[in-house]
């Protein structure tokens, strides 16, 4: 009791509580998170000299200066159309260009991460909606063989011994010397010996 000698009375304070998170809050932070990686992709679109070709179409022999690639970006954007981005320009690179997701775009369904081609069709599919693979990128239909010129990441992890890694340092060799001339230029990609040469010279060609 208080007032008796010798009997001090200590106050504890009680246990701290246990922080759980709801289902609804792991959506709002996944929300957020996402929210995060579109604006960083938005900030880097403003940064980067990204062109909207408003004019006439470009002919099939049409070419960018160095650097440069076309990419056409459409479905479930707010403004669809054929950008001009830097070359190693990523998905989410190519969507700030577009002014980001629609309202009713399937986020989840978009690499935001993958690295975009010359020549590439972006369709971003409405919730509900198959994805669409990307068009362009890929050897030309009745080809069997990969241009090794023109193909994305997917495209290239399709070849024997080619996992994303060594996929992702063809094209940066690509981005950084300019076109293979021939398939022998493989050997200058790190990784790449006079064995996977021979593995892979059945399955790619030069455009």
């Known amino acids: 009791m208080p007032g008796i000698e010798g009997s001090p009375i200590e106050q504890i304070a009680p246990p701290p509580r246990r922080?759980?998170?709801?289902?609804?809050a792991v959506i709002v932070l996944a929300l957020a998170a996402l929210a995060v990686t579109?604006?960083?992709g938005m900030w880097r679109g403003a940064t980067a000299p990204v062109e909207?070709?408003?004019?006439?179409?470009p002919s099939a022999g049409a070419t960018v200066a160095a650097g440069r690639i076309y990419v056409h970006v459409a479905g479930e954007v707010r403004a669809p159309g054929l950008y001009v981005l830097p070359a190693g320009a990523r998905v989410v690179d190519?969507?700030?260009?577009?002014?980001?997701?629609g309202d009713g775009a399937?986020?989840?369904a978009v690499n935001l991460a993958r690295v975009v081609s010359d020549g590439e069709q972006l369709v971003v599919p409405a919730v509900g909606e198959a994805p669409v693979a990307a068009a362009g990128g890929a050897a030309p239909e009745g080809d069997a063989l990969i241009d090794l010129n023109a193909a994305?990441?997917?495209?290239?992890?399709?070849?024997?011994?080619?996992?994303p890694?060594?996929?992702?340092r063809i094209i940066e060799w690509r981005h950084a010397n300019g076109r293979f001339t021939s398939v022998e230029d493989l050997l200058a990609v790190p990784g790449i010996?006079?064995?996977?040469?021979?593995?892979?010279?059945p399955h790619v060609r030069v455009g």
Request: aromatic share 2%; hydrophobic share 50%.
């Open 19 to 24: 922080v759980r998170l709801g289902l609804g």
């Open 38 to 40: 579109i604006g960083i």
């Open 52 to 57: 909207h070709v408003t004019g006439p179409m």
């Open 94 to 101: 190519a969507l700030a260009a577009a002014g980001g997701f």
């Open 106 to 108: 399937d986020r989840g």
């Open 152 to 163: 994305d990441a997917a495209a290239l992890e399709e070849l024997p011994r080619i996992g």
């Open 165 to 168: 890694a060594l996929a992702q």
């Open 193 to 201: 010996g006079d064995r996977m040469l021979e593995t892979l010279r």
